[in-house]
């Protein structure tokens, strides 16, 4: 089984930037789609990013398009979703996923969830 844990969450203001990373536990890291979602109070768990097994394939929401951007070290085993000009709308909780399918990941379907870091941006 892989496990996810996500960091680098935290209160920044309008206009900055965070860098989440998530670091799985998995021998077969390099066989899985890695993805991030965001959960506001209230709303649903809302696709942000997600990237293939080797990196070159990647996909983002139309929300964060040209702001955000999803990579993965793989020898590292961790998964980054770097965020640039932030705003208050940002703010959730962000959770990193894993999936052997790109399909299931891309749904919110994936194998496992990590447990969320909060954002939170003020203005």
């Known amino acids: 089984q892989v496990a996810l844990a996500e960091s680098g969450g935290g209160l920044v203001q309008a206009g900055d930037s965070l860098r989440l990373s998530c670091t799985a536990s998995?021998?077969?890291?390099?066989?899985?789609?890695m993805g991030w979602f965001r959960q506001a109070p209230g709303k649903g768990r809302e696709f942000v990013a997600a990237?293939?097994?080797?990196?070159?394939?990647?996909s983002h929401a139309d929300s964060v398009k040209g702001r955000f951007t999803i990579s993965r070290d793989n020898a590292k085993k961790t998964t980054y979703l770097q965020m640039n000009s932030l705003r208050p709308e940002d703010t959730a909780i962000y959770y990193c996923?894993?999936?052997?399918?790109?399909?299931?990941?891309?749904?919110?379907?994936?194998?496992?969830w990590g447990q969320g870091t909060q954002v939170t941006v003020s203005s």
């Open positions: 996923a894993a999936a052997l399918s790109s399909k299931m990941l891309v749904i919110g379907r994936p194998e496992t």
């Open positions: 998995t021998r077969a890291f390099g066989r899985y789609t």
């Open positions: 990237i293939g097994g080797s990196g070159e394939n990647t």
